[in-house]
């Protein structure tokens, strides 16, 4: 087990999987300029890791995250917001860290998902929850919108009408509506959470990283392409996965009845 010492984020590394706590639980996890700085580095670091095969995010004392700091929302004025955000906005830096790398990101999240919290979570390629999470977009009580990729990113997830909703009105939902919307892929009761993640850690454990890595750019692209562009894209990925190790290895076993050994090559 390898861990990396930060203050505002508990970060280690252990069975393939980077683990990345927000530990800011005082003010629920608020996303500071501090945790959002490592958090930046703990992603980055994931990312350019090639024994991690995962990574997860959550929350330290119960929450996943209430959102912004809106301290200091005092003293921003627009072109302090412009720079915050291309050093270590949701929408400009954390998704893109988060979308490019080329192995799945779990978002666990449990009491509050809030705001900036809510728009992490929405950037992350899975979302497993407990029965008392609450999620929403409350930015508008604010005087603002959400500035993290939600007006962007959740339409996509869970449609127009849905998305203006949600943040026209800035109502908090639950774990279970947003599963229905298919923003949310488990929901549990909180004595079983570590149990879901394990189980769904363990599924995309036991798969190749290459196709797995494939299969998010994949993914990926359909929610930035149109579809023929979308369609040539995913044939060439498919194609490619023909030079590796782990396809050769995969047609085999399936022909030999037997449990494939993956490689990562």
């Known amino acids: 087990m390898a861990e990396v010492g930060f203050s505002k984020v508990l970060y280690r590394k252990e069975g393939g999987v980077a683990w990345i706590t927000l530990n800011n639980s005082a003010k629920y996890n608020a996303l500071e300029l501090d945790l959002r700085r490592e958090l930046k580095a703990a992603l980055m670091d994931a990312a350019g890791d090639s024994a991690v095969r995962a990574v997860v995010i959550r929350g330290a004392g119960g929450n996943f995250s209430a959102g912004a700091d809106i301290k200091a929302f005092l003293q921003w004025d627009p072109a302090e917001t412009v720079r915050v955000a291309n050093e270590v ?13 080329q192995k799945p ?46 007006t962007q990113r959740l339409t996509r997830l ?20 947003l599963a229905a919307l298919g923003l949310v892929n488990v929901v549990v009761p909180k004595e079983r959470l570590e149990e ?11 798969k ?53 050994v993956w490689k990562g090559r």
């Open 89 to 101: 906005g949701t929408s400009m830096v954390l998704s893109s860290i988060i979308r490019n790398m």
């Open 105 to 150: 990101v779990i978002a666990v999240v449990e009491g509050y998902c809030l705001g900036g919290g809510f728009e992490l979570a929405q950037a992350c390629d899975l979302i497993v929850a407990s029965e008392d999470a609450v999620f929403g977009q409350p930015e508008i009580n604010l005087g603002i919108i959400p500035g993290g990729g939600g």
């Open 158 to 177: 869970v449609g127009e009408k849905k998305a203006k909703e949600l943040i026209f009105t800035g109502d908090r939902v639950s774990a279970s509506t």
């Open 196 to 206: 879901a993640l394990k189980t769904l850690l363990d599924k995309i454990l036991s």
């Open 208 to 260: 190749p990283p290459l196709a797995v890595a494939a299969a998010k750019e994949a993914v990926n692209l359909a929610l930035e392409t149109g579809l023929s562009a979308g369609l040539r894209a995913e044939l060439m990925l498919f194609a490619s996965l023909f030079a590796s190790e782990d396809q050769k290895e995969g047609a085999r076993a399936f022909l030999e009845k037997r449990k494939p």
